[in-house]
Each structure stands twice: as C-alpha cells, then as structure tokens.
C-alpha cells in the first residue's frame, strides 16, 4: 500500500473526517480529498509532515505502512470491520446514538 492507501486507512482507523484533518493540519479539504483519490497528487514533504503529526503517525508510516519506532497496530477483526463499515454509513446524531449503547453495553458488563 502506498501514501493514499494508509492516509485513508488511518483516518478510519482514527474515525477523522477529511474536514476534520483539513483544520488540524491548515490544508484545504480539496487538497487533503485530492490525496486520497487514485489519480490524486502525492503531497510535499511540508503537507505530508502537517498530516502525519496531526495523525500522531511518522510520515514513513503514511509512505510505507510501516513504522521501526512504533509497534504495529493490530489489525480489525472481521466483526471489528463490519461494525466499522456500518457505523461510516451514519449520520451524527445515529452515531451518537450507537456510542451511547455500546458504553452502556460495556459498562453492563463490566459488572456482571
């Protein structure tokens, strides 16, 4: 996977909205969007470090996927991705709403 393919993985695994990346790092949302299509442009070093910092990941991370200095996160299970590719699907007040269970769900849980 090159630079687009882990940018789009890590703003999922992170749950960060293009708009979102767009105001941490000081770039456009076009230019962040523009990365992330197939015939996107790869960014400069200066955006591809505002990106990487604002993700809490090393820029050999977003080129290479991987990274010496941190322990490799381990990946979604099978459940995990659908939950995922459901919950992407929602609108915010949906969201919230299925947040709230699942704390409340865990915290049952924990008591039992």
């Not at 969007?33 to 015939?39: E, H, I, M, P, R």
């Not at 299970?77 to 409340?104: G, T, Y």
């Amino acid at each position: 996977m090159g630079f687009r393919e882990n940018l789009k993985e890590e703003l999922i695994y992170q749950d960060i909205q293009i708009k979102e990346l767009a105001q941490r790092t000081g770039l456009s949302k076009n230019t962040i969007a523009n990365y992330l299509t197939v015939n996107g442009n790869l960014p400069n070093i200066e955006s591809a470090v505002k990106i990487a910092q604002a993700l809490g990941v090393s820029v050999e991370f977003l080129v290479t996927g991987k990274d010496a200095k941190l322990k490799p996160k381990k990946p979604l299970s099978a459940k995990m991705k659908k939950i995922n590719d459901v919950f992407q699907r929602l609108d915010e007040f949906d969201c919230s709403i299925v947040i709230d269970l699942a704390e409340r769900l865990s915290k049952r849980k924990s008591k039992k």
